[in-house]
C-alpha cells in the first residue's frame, strides 16, 4: 500500500507539472490538452489482494435436523441454544479483467472480477443437559455452524472520469459464488443412538457486489489500483462481505 500512495503522489506531482505546461494556459485552448491525459481506452488485465470481513445470517434452529436424531438416556433431556449472526475478518486475491471506452475524460466500461479468499464465519451455542431426577443442569451441549464463501467471481459495469493520470471509477455487478456450509452437534451424556453429528454441503450461490475505486497510470500501461467493493450473497444463507484491496495491472 506504501507503493501505491508514492504513485499517486508522483502523479499528481506529474500532472501539475504538466498542467503547468499546458498551452492552454498559455492561450491554446486545445494545443496539447490530450497529451495530458493518459488514454484509459482497451483491454486491461492485473491482479490484486485483499482484506475484508464477513458476515453471515445463520438461521438459528440451523442444526434442528441433526439436534432432533438425538435420543437422550433415560432420565436426561436435552437443551440447544440457538445459533445467531456470525462474523469474522479474513484475506483474500484474485484477478481482474476488462474493457474501457472512452470519450474525452468519460471512461465506461465492462470488468469481470475474481476473488478467492477464506471468508467463513462460525456461530456456535452451549446449551444444557437436564437430569429430570433432580431437575438440575449436569452437563452441556454444543451446536456450531460455519459458513463460508471461497470464491466469488462478477461481471461489473464501471464508470469513471480520468483526471489526468488518475481514474476514479464506481461499479456495480451480478456474480456467482461457492458458498459451503459445516454444522456439528454434541451432547453429554452420549444419546442412546449414535445419530450423525455432523453435515457439510456446498452449493453454488448468487449476489451482486458494489463499490468505488480508482486506478492510477504508473508508466506506459502499468497501472495501480485501490478499491472497496461490498458483495451480497442473497441465496441459501445470506453473506455480505466488505473488502478493501490494492491491484496492478496492465492496460494494452
Known amino acids: 500500500m506504501r507503493g501505491l500512495w508514492v504513485a499517486v503522489v508522483m502523479c499528481g ?14 492561450g491554446g485552448f486545445t494545443d496539447g ?10 483491454f486491461y488485465v492485473g491482479g490484486q489482494a485483499d482484506w475484508g470481513s464477513i458476515r453471515s445470517s445463520i438461521p438459528a434452529n440451523i442444526n434442528a435436523d441433526l439436534q432432533g436424531a438425538f435420543v437422550p438416556p ?9 445459533l445467531g449472526t456470525a462474523h469474522s475478518t479474513n484475506t483474500g486475491f484474485g484477478a481482474f479483467a476488462g474493457y474501457n471506452g472512452q470519450w474525452d475524460d468519460v471512461v465506461l466500461g465492462v470488468e469481470a472480477n475474481y476473488v478467492h479468499g477464506g471468508f467463513s464465519a462460525t456461530s456456535s451455542g452451549t446449551g444444557y443437559t437436564y437430569d429430570l431426577r433432580s431437575f438440575q443442569a449436569t452437563t452441556m ?10 470464491d466469488f467471481g462478477s461481471l ?17 455487478g451480478a456474480g456467482f459464488g461457492d458458498q459451503t456450509v459445516d454444522r456439528s452437534v454434541s451432547a453429554t451424556p452420549a444419546p442412546m443412538l449414535s445419530p450423525a453429528t455432523s453435515a ?32 451480497r450473497v442473497t441465496s441459501d444463507i445470506e453473506s455480505n462481505i466488505n473488502t478493501v484491496r490494492a491491484g496492478l495491472g496492465y492496460k494494452f
Not at 506531482?13 to 498559455?26: E, F, Y
Not at 454441503?201 to 492510477?216: N, P, Q, R
Request: charged share 15%; hydrophobic share 40%; glycine share 14%.
Open 156 to 172: 461489473r459495469l464501471r464508470g469513471g472520469y480520468a483526471i489526468g493520470c488518475f481514474l476514479p471509477y464506481g461499479f456495480i
Open 141 to 150: 451441549t454444543h451446536s456450531t455452524a460455519t459458513v463460508g464463501v471461497s
Open 33 to 42: 490538452l490530450s497529451a495530458s491525459h493518459p488514454n484509459w481506452e482497451g
Open 13 to 26: 506531482m506529474m500532472t501539475g507539472a504538466r498542467a503547468a505546461d499546458l498551452p492552454i494556459l498559455r
Open 200 to 231: 457439510s454441503k456446498e452449493k453454488l450461490v448468487y449476489g451482486y457486489s458494489a463499490g468505488v475505486g480508482f486506478d492510477v497510470m504508473l508508466v506506459g500501461g502499468l497501472f495501480a489500483r485501490a478499491e472497496y467493493e461490498y458483495q
Open 74 to 82: 433415560p432420565n436426561y433431556s436435552y437443551g440447544w441454544a440457538p
